[in-house]
Structures are given as C-alpha cells and as structure tokens.
Nanobody, 129 residues
Framework: QVQLVESGGDLVQPGGSLRLSCAAS????????MYWVRQAPGKGLEWVST?????????????YYAKSVQGRFTIPSDNAKNTLYLQLDSLRSDDTAVYYC?????????????????RGQGTQVTVSS
C-alpha cells in the first residue's frame, strides 16, 4: 500500500527554522517525482517544491521551488532511504500552513504537480510570535 506520512511541523517564531519529513512506503521512492505543497488557512493548495530523485535512494538530482520560498526552503541532498525532507529557514507568518508531500502517479514521469496526486495527511507549521 502506497503511503506518505509527514511530520516535523511545529509552532515557530518568525525567522526560525524547521525540518519537515515525509516517510514514503509501498513504492520505489527513487522512481517517482515528488512534491511538497501547502495549504494556508482559508486558501487553496499551493505548490512549494518539486524533487527529482536519483537512482540512489539517498540522492536528489534536481529541485525546483516556488518563488515565494526560493532561497528560504531547501531539500537536503542527503536523504534517508525512502524519506524526503524539506528544510524551512527564515520562516514568515505567511508560511503558516499545513504542509504535504505528494507523489507523481507514474514512474519516471514528470508533469507539474496536480491536486489529484496522492499526498499524506499533512503536518501543521505555524509561524507566530
């Protein structure tokens, strides 16, 4: 059974940092494009990042970021097997959202993230003083 489980969300002050995790199971992680998306209170889902995994389950060969997070959010290049991370730095109040990881439905296929892609239950990030 394909499953994505996010964790690491928390309450943090503006300017702070968090590292989110996405534990993947039920599929070969390195064969699928992965995504991070978020949903702020009262708003729709927003694409955050796209990740191209390498053949080595611990490697990432490509990352893409939304302009709103460029330079502040990063995908660490070294990942535990079947675990995806999102490093959030210089957090702002408008980063407050539920963060989800999502999986492309087809192996070795890239299309932009679609709301219909499988995602986990999400993890809450709240940025407030």
């Amino acid at each position: 059974q394909v499953q994505l489980v996010e964790s690491g969300g928390d309450l943090v002050q503006p300017g702070g940092s968090l590292r989110l995790s996405c534990a993947a199971s039920g599929f070969t992680f390195s064969r699928y494009w992965m995504y991070w998306v978020r949903q702020a209170p009262g708003k729709g889902l927003e694409w955050v990042s796209t990740i191209t995994p390498g053949e080595d389950p611990r490697s990432i060969i490509g990352t893409y970021y939304a302009k709103s997070v460029q330079g502040r959010f990063t995908i660490p290049s070294d990942n535990a097997k079947n675990t995806l991370y999102l490093q959030l730095d210089s957090l702002r109040s408008d980063d407050t959202a539920v963060y989800y990881c999502a999986k492309h439905p087809k192996e070795r296929t890239f299309t932009p993230w679609d709301p219909g892609f499988l995602r986990g239950q999400g993890t809450q990030v709240t940025v407030s003083s």
